[in-house]
């Protein structure tokens, strides 16, 4: 809804205005039907006003437009009547703005470049999907499936994500390979706690689960912003009973309205947790094969030269030639000893699966090498 400018400037002008009331009061007069429920979701422990500001601008941004007028406009008109000390004129444009319900951070979720110049120049079908899983409330369990490769990779692209936004938070949960008998539910639980700085508590036994469910859930709601957890590697056959069941728990769990807000639950080719809820609960992505096509190759070119020509370098001509480059360049059996050790058949999927994964590396380092060098 606003730029980073404007939220920094939002958030220092509305906490002086803040400090000059009584911030439970303020908020009442500012929000009136909505401002009840806004309190009771507030921590109980706020203690500055500058607290309060980031609180509230959090809590309106995350509303959006699912109210009419949005709580951000009502924010924005209040405050600017009130008089700024500064940062009118870039305040009013972003009211403009909200009121034509125009976000103008909606690109970033079409980018084909994350961190450190690394690709993401497929999954097509997954941006609008993860567009509206984080920016609505209505769905907070994301399930990724498909015969495609680079299903891990979507956490490239959601790190990226919440680096453009205050209010989001992304917490990637992996199992190492061949290291699901060993991971415990109570490592499962330190993955997902300590980025928020919270101590998972001595075993309780039979119910540690359960337990550490409600913690979770709790912890969460209490946090500043949307938290995002990504677990990738749970669908393996010889994980632990307790932490299947703290996974099944959790995505029950981030469903219900009262956490929908705070949340966000991905699961990477693991579809158990999700197999018992209403289909319209969950949010789905099916990666295709083949995952890459050479017009995704241009696309993600197109918009390595948008970067190039921002950055003052000079654009790089003949994208259609370099694609077809980089695609006739793709490792096949008869020229690759690593594709040719995969005994592919036609209808193996695993096997078809790991050839992908050697295509879509070779993809990758090819836009890294044009990335950086040209």
């Known amino acids: 809804m606003l730029t980073f400018d404007e ?166 949960v992996k199992i190492p390979e061949s290291g699901a008998p060993s991971y415990s539910v109570e490592a499962f639980a330190a993955d997902l706690l300590d980025p928020m700085g919270i101590d998972v508590p001595p075993s309780s036994g039979s119910s540690d689960a359960a337990n550490l469910c409600r913690l979770i859930l709790r912890s969460t709601k209490q946090q500043q912003g949307v938290w995002i957890f990504l677990m990738d590697g749970f669908g393996e056959a010889d994980l632990q009973p307790s932490v299947k069941e703290l996974a099944r728990l959790l995505a029950v769990r981030c469903t219900a309205p009262e956490y929908r807000r705070k949340m966000r639950v991905v699961f990477i080719n693991y579809g158990e947790p999700c197999a018992d809820l209403p289909r319209a609960a969950v949010a789905r992505e099916s990666v295709p094969l083949p995952s890459v096509t050479r017009q995704d190759v241009i696309e993600c070119l197109i918009q390595l030269n948008e970067l190039r020509t921002q950055q003052g370098r000079p654009a790089i001509d003949g994208l259609g030639t370099i694609a077809d480059k980089i695609m006739a360049g793709i490792p096949e059996e008869s020229g690759s000893e690593e594709v040719a050790a995969i005994a592919f058949e036609e209808n193996d999927p695993e096997k078809k699966r790991k050839k992908e994964k050697v295509r879509l590396r070779h993809l990758y380092d090819q836009l890294w090498t044009v990335a950086t060098r040209l």
């Open 7 to 172: 939220r920094k400037v939002l958030r220092d002008q509305f906490g002086l205005v803040l400090s000059q009331n009584d911030p439970k009061n303020l908020i009442k007069t500012y929000f009136v039907n909505e401002a009840p429920t806004m309190l009771r979701d507030f921590p109980a422990d706020l203690k500055t006003y500058d607290d309060y500001s980031v609180r509230v601008i959090e809590y309106c941004l995350i509303s959006r437009w699912s109210l009419t007028p949005s709580l951000m406009e009502l924010l924005l008109t209040q405050l600017l009547a009130s008089g700024l000390s500064s940062g009118t004129v870039l305040l009013t444009a972003a009211l403009t703005r909200v009121r034509s319900r125009q976000d103008p951070n909606d690109r970033v979720f079409d980018t084909r470049w994350v961190l450190n110049e690394q690709p993401f120049l497929n999954r097509n079908d997954l941006r609008p999907v993860l567009k509206t899983f984080i920016q609505s409330s209505d769905r907070s369990l994301l399930q990724i499936n498909g015969p495609g490769a680079g299903l891990s990779y979507t956490a490239e692209l959601l790190d990226y994500l919440a680096g453009q936004f205050d209010e989001l938070h992304f917490v990637p």
